[in-house]
C-alpha cells in the first residue's frame, strides 16, 4: 500500500510540471502588459524629457521587481534572426512589433536600428517647446510616435515617417515665423537646439526605415537556433516561489498572492463545506430510501424531482433565485449580495445570523446540482446491490431491514460516493465562479475570475496549481478509500 | 384468410433472413425507452429550427409582391451570402421592411430578426402593452433593453447552441477515438520502432514546431482573424509540414539502422503516453482553463466550440481505450493478425467499429455539457461577440433588470430543456446498451 502511494505521488511529478508549463505558457500569450497595468499607462503628449525619462526608469524598476526583464524559460527555440537577447527589449507591445518586423524582413540589425532611433526621436519629442502653435504639431509627432510604436505594416511605417518628417519640418517653420514675429523670449536658444536635433533624428529614422525594408534577410527566418538561458529565467523563477511558498505579488492590488488567496478561501471553504455536508447528508437518504423503494410512486416522484433537479443550470436557478427572493421588483426574503452587511463590531452571534442570512441562496443554488447528481448515482448502485444473493441472505437471516440496509447493502455501494468525493478537495478552494459571481461572494471563485479578467496571472498560476495538486490528491485519497471499502481492491501486485 | 398467413409467413422468413447486427438490438433497446425516443424526436425538432431559424423568425417576408414583382428575400440573402448575388436595387438599404408599401407579403411567424431594434417596444414583457400594429407584430416573449425581440433571439441563438454541441463534440469525438484507440489497441507493448527513427522523430517533432508553428505564428494568427476557412487551410499547411518532416526523419532514418545500438527497436508505450495526457487534461480545471483562454483571445464563436472540444476528449478516449483493450484480446482480433492484416487495417475495419458504441453515450452527455458551458461562457460575457445574441446572454441581461422575469424564464428554460433532451438521450443509450438490461 505505502509503495503504491509513494508511486503516485511519484507520477503526480511530471503531471503538475506540464500542468506550469501550460499555464505559464498560457500566459506569455496573453495580451497586455502587467508593468504598464500596474504602473498605468503610457506618458502623455505633455511633460518635459525629464519626466520621461522618470517614467521609463520606473516601468524598467517596476519589470525588474517583477521578474519580467528575464528570458521566459531555460530555453529558447527562435529563428535565427532573433537575437538572444531579445527579451530584454521592454514592453510586451514592442516586443511584438519587432517579431513581426522581423518576420517580415529577418535582418535584426537594420530592424534595431530603426527601432533605437524611433525611441531617440521619441525621447527628443519630450524637449520640443509645446506653447503655442507648437502644442498642435507635438500633439501630432506623439500620436505618430505612438502609431509608429505599434505599426509593423511596411507601407504604413514608411507613410507615417513621411509625415512625422513633415511634422518635424513644420517645427522648423514655426520657430522660424515665430522668431520673425516677435521678439524672441526666453528659451529660444535651447529650443532651436531641440527643433534642429528632432528634424535631424527624424530624418535619420526615416532613413533607417528605408536601410531597413531594402535589405531583408528573410532566409535568416528559417535557420532554427536553440539558446540555453540557464536558471536565471521567468519560469524557474515563479515555480521555485511557488515551491517554497512565495505565491509573488499581485498585479491589481500589490499584495502578496498567498494573502489574497487566504482572504478569499475562508468564504469559499465555509459556503462549500455547509454545501458538502447537505449534499452527503440529504443525497445519501433520498438515494438510499428511492432505491429500497423502487419502483413505487414515491421513489418515481423523487427520480423524477432528482433528475429535473441535475438537469436545471444552476446559474439559471441562482438569477432567480436572487429576482424572486432577493428583493429584486418580487419577494425581499433575503439578502442578493455578498456575504455580511453588519460591521466588525456587531456582536457575534448577530453577525453569525448575518451571515447565514446572506448564504442561504449561495448554498441552495451550489447544493442542489451535486446533491441530485450524487443521489442518483446512489440510487443506481444500491439497487445493483439490493438484486445481489448476500441481500436476500441477510433478509432471509431475519435481520431488521435497518441492519441490512445500512450495514449489508449500503456499504457496498459506496463507491459512486467515495468518486465524487476525490472531487470535494479542489471544490473546497476552486469554488464556483458563476455562483460567486451572480451573488458576489468574495470567495475564490470571484477572485480567480476577476483575476483571469484582469490578468492578474500570479493569481491565476497559483490557483490552478493549488486545485491541480488537490485535484490529484483527491484521485489518490479516493484510490485509497475504495481499498478501504473493499477489501478485494488491492493496489499491490499479487505473485 | 390464406394470403394473410402467407404473407405472415413470409415477413418471418424475410425477418430471420436478415442478419441481426448489433446495431438492431442497440435500436430495438432504445426504442423502449419512451422518454428518451420523445427526447431524439424533439432534438430533432431543435435542429429543425436551427437550420430554418430564418425563416422562423426574419424581419424579412418569406414572399412577397412589390410593385409588380414577386420576391423571396430570405433566400435573395443565402444567395447574397453564399455565391454574392447582389439584392435588387428597390430593396437594397430598406430601413424598416415591416412599413414597406406591398401588394401582398408572407412574414414568417416571428417577424422580427434577432438584430431588429423596436424603440418602442423597450423591455416590454410578453403581458404588457405593446406599441405595435396588430396582433401579428407583437413580441410574444417580450423585448430586452436595446427593444430587440426576445423569442427571435431565442431560436436563432438555438443554432448557435446546438452547433457549439456538435462542433465541438465533434472535435472531441475525433481527438478521443484517435487517441484513445491508439492507446487501448497499441497498449505499450505493440508498436515497435529502431532507437534511429525515434531520435530522428524527437529531433523533427522539434523542427517541425519550429516550421509549422515557430515560423508561421504569425500567418496563422492573421489568417484566423481573416476568416475561419483560410485558417483551417494554413492549418492544414503547418500540418503538411510537420507530417512531411516526420516522413523524412523516417526515410533518413533508414541507413543508420543498419548500425547494431540504432537499428534495434524498441517499444514505443502509446497507452502510457495517452494515459499521462488524459490525465493532465483532467487535473487541470476545465473551466477555468476554458474561461482563460477565451478572456485572452478575440471573442469568437469557433474559439470557444474548439476550446470546449480540446477540453472535452479525455470521456471518449478513455471509454475507447477501455473497450479496445478488452477487445485487442479477442479472438476475431487474433484471427485477423494470423491472417496477416496490417494493425491499420485491422484497427479500422474491426476493432474501432466495435468499440464505437458507448462513444455515442459519451458524446450525448457532451454536447449537453458543451452547451451548458457555452450559455455559461456568454452569461458570464464571454466567448461570443458581444452582438452575438445567445442563450446565456439574454439571461445575463436579467441581472441588470431584475423586474423583467422575461428575461430570465425563457432563455433558461431554453437551456434546461435542451440540456435535459441531450440527458434523457445519454440516459436511454446507457440502458440500450448495457447488456444487463437487455430482455
Redesign the interface.
Known sequence: MWKYIIKRILIFI??LI??SL?TFW?ST???GDPVEQMLGGIMGSEGRTTDFMATEQAYMEQRKKLGLDLPLFYIA???LSVPDTFYRIPRKKHQEVL??LI?QLGNWEYIQAYYLKLKDVQRLLYGLPSQGPFRKYRGKAYELINELFLTYDTMKIGFYTTLLAMTADSFVYEFSKLSMDTNLVGNSERDKAAIEEFKKAVYELRAAYLDMINNPETWK??I?TIHWYGTKNQYHRWISGFIVGDFGISYVDKRPVAEVIKDAVKWTALINLISVILIYLIAIQAGVYSAVKAGTFQDQVLTVTL??L????N??IA??L??FF?G??YLDWFPAFGVSSLPETAPLWQRIIDVAHHLILPVLALTYPSLAFLAKQMRGAMIQVLKEDYIRTAYAKGLPDKVVIWKHAFRNSLLPIITLFANVF?FMI?GS??IE??FSIPGMGKE??EA??S?NYPV?YT??ML??IL??VGYLVADILYALVDPRISYSKKK | MQGQANNTEKKNVIQQEKPRTYWYYVKRQFKKNKLAVWALRAVYFLIFIAIFADFIANEKPIVMKYKDKVYFPIFREYLNAFLGVPFPDELRNIPSWRDLQYDWALFPPIPYSPQNIDLYNVLVGPFDEQDVPSWRWRHWLGTDDLGRDVASGLIHATRIALSVGIVSMGIAAIIGILLGSLAGYFGDDTIRASRASIILGTLMLVLGYFYAIEVRKYVLIDSLKESILSFVLQLFISAAIFLGLLFLAWVLARPFRRVKWLGERVFLPMDMLVSRLIEVIVTIPSLFLIVAIVAIAEPSLFLVMAVIGLTGWTGIARFIRAELLRIRNLQYIEAARSLGFPHRRILIRHAIPNALTPVLISIAFGIASAILTESTLSFLGLGVPPDTVTWGSILSLSRKYPESWWLAIFPGSAIFITVTLFNLIGEGLIYALDPRFKR
Request: charged share 5%; no cysteine; aromatic share 16%.
Open positions: 511530471p503531471t506540464i500542468i501550460l498560457l500569450n496573453a495580451p527555440l527562435q529563428p517579431r513581426r518576420a527566418n528559417y532554427p433528475y429535473i441535475y438537469s436545471l443550470p446559474f439559471w438569477t432567480l436572487i429576482m432577493g429584486g421588483a479542489p476552486s465562479f458563476v459571481y451572480i480567480s475570475y483571469i479578467m490578468r491565476v490557483v490552478v486545485v491541480s485535484t490529484l
